[in-house]
């Protein structure tokens, strides 16, 4: 069974910056696109930041030049480097990867269980 763990989230001071890592465990063929999503308290989960299987990436307007989004594909783990936090970016934060099960399987989408980050003096 695939499973994507989150790690890195906490509370941090507004300008500070933290670490997200994700890492698939199980088995599977393969991953492709990994990405980086987040929902704050009454607001629809958004997009932050995603990576194709060879290393083109894309991000929202809201974190351009703040955030990295990078993988490991040795270690089947995607990282997301936050750095000048502001108390809006205070959300839970979503691992999202699209794996192949199987050599014979389209790949499907799997979510991670999230992990929250606090921007706050």
């Known amino acids: 069974q695939v499973q994507l763990v989150e790690s890195g989230g906490g509370l941090v001071q507004p300008g500070g910056s933290l670490r997200l890592s994700c890492v698939a465990s199980g088995s599977f063929f393969s991953i492709y696109g990994m990405g980086w999503y987040r929902q704050a308290p009454g607001k629809q989960r958004e997009l932050v930041a995603f990576i194709t299987q060879g290393g083109t990436t894309t991000y929202a307007d809201s974190v351009k030049g703040r955030f990295t989004i990078s993988r490991d594909n040795t270690k089947n783990t995607v990282y997301l480097q936050m750095n000048s936090l502001k108390p809006e970016d205070t959300a839970g934060y979503y691992c999202?990867?699209?794996?192949?099960?199987?050599?014979?399987?389209?790949?499907?989408?799997?979510w991670g269980q999230g992990t929250q980050v606090t921007v706050s003096s």
């Open positions: 999202n990867a699209e794996i192949s099960p199987e050599f014979y399987n389209s790949p499907s989408p799997y």
